[in-house]
């Protein structure tokens, strides 16, 4: 599975961007999908996950409100809206698929990786 991530940028601080994960090369509907991010200097965290039919999420706490993660079967893609953006969101973001939700969130990382946008908020 080849993950394609978008719709990274510069935005000040209580702003929104929407990030975007095109995937192909497999059946996007096999696979939970998730969204983790790596600031500077510090290690990889899980952010967010949806399950295969988008019936299912889990958050970290300190998105938990403002973000809001998505899937469109149809179009292959996985959506990430983050709202009122705070500096601490400075960060790579990294879509990724794996084949269990909680392998995502119980930090054992996932199974494919695309490349990460670049999310910059300024204070």
């Known amino acids: 599975v080849q993950l394609q991530a978008s719709g990274g940028g510069l935005v000040q601080a209580g702003g929104s961007l929407r990030l975007s994960c095109a995937a192909s090369?497999?059946?996007?509907?096999?696979?939970?999908m998730g969204w983790f991010r790596q600031a500077p200097g510090k290690e990889r965290e899980f952010v967010v996950g949806?399950?295969?039919?988008?019936?299912?999420?889990s958050y970290v706490d300190s998105v938990k409100g403002r973000f809001t993660i998505s899937r469109d079967n149809t179009r292959n893609t996985v959506y990430l809206q983050m709202n009122s953006l705070k500096s601490e969101d400075t960060a790579v973001y990294h879509c990724?698929?794996?084949?269990?939700?909680?392998?995502?969130?119980?930090?054992?990382?996932?199974?494919?990786w695309g490349q990460g946008t670049l999310v910059t908020v300024s204070s």
């Open positions: 990724a698929a794996a084949r269990s939700l909680t392998q995502m969130s119980g930090g054992l990382g996932a199974d494919y």
């Open positions: 090369g497999g059946t996007f509907s096999m696979y939970n």
């Open positions: 949806i399950s295969r039919g988008g019936g299912s999420t």
